[in-house]
């Protein structure tokens, strides 16, 4: 989950926290309303991706390549 070039976020919640806060300031309850499943496979996907990089880290610790 990357945030241009610089910035990253800081996981789930605080990615969830930012839209959230945007979404708030930006008045775009019309976009929002009718993006509930996109935002569930989003969601979905980026829980997939956590998970997969942390069992990479643990499989790599416990099998280290010579």
């Known amino acids: 989950m ?6 990253q976020y ?3 919640l605080h990615c969830v926290n930012t839209i959230d806060d945007r ?6 309850l ?11 496979i989003g969601i979905g ?5 956590v998970f997969l990089k ?3 880290k643990l499989v790599a610790a416990k099998h ?3």
């Open 10 to 12: 800081e996981g789930i």
């Open 23 to 28: 979404a708030s300031k930006a008045n775009s």
């Open 45 to 49: 996907g980026s829980i997939f991706l």
């Open 64 to 66: 280290p390549v010579d």
């Open 30 to 40: 019309p976009l929002l309303r009718n993006s509930g499943h996109s935002n569930w």
């Open 54 to 56: 942390r069992t990479k």
């Open 2 to 7: 990357v945030q241009g070039s610089a910035k």
